[in-house]
């Protein structure tokens, strides 16, 4: 006889390494979003990795006093 919490103990995927849990929406330009695609399918990646790896990025840069995340144009 199985019980019930064993089985909804087996529901889903497994969670590995931190959970993502944190949801954000992004408004840009038609322009921008073909050069995110862009750079999605070249570099063989989802959006949700290539943002967070150009974040990371942005923000060791930051961090060592050498990211300008504004330009002046």
């Known amino acids: 006889m199985i019980l019930l919490e064993e089985v909804k103990k087996k529901l889903g995927r497994p969670v590995t390494g931190c959970p993502k ?4 929406t992004v408004r840009m330009t038609a322009e921008v979003g ?10 063989g990646c989802t959006k949700s990795e290539a943002l967070e790896k150009m974040i990371r990025n942005q923000y ?3 961090k060592n006093g050498f990211g300008f ?5």
């Open 60 to 62: 060791t840069l930051t």
């Open 69 to 73: 995340l504004y330009d002046n144009k």
């Open 34 to 43: 073909d050069m995110f695609n862009d750079i999605c399918e070249s570099q």
């Open 21 to 24: 849990n944190v949801r954000t």
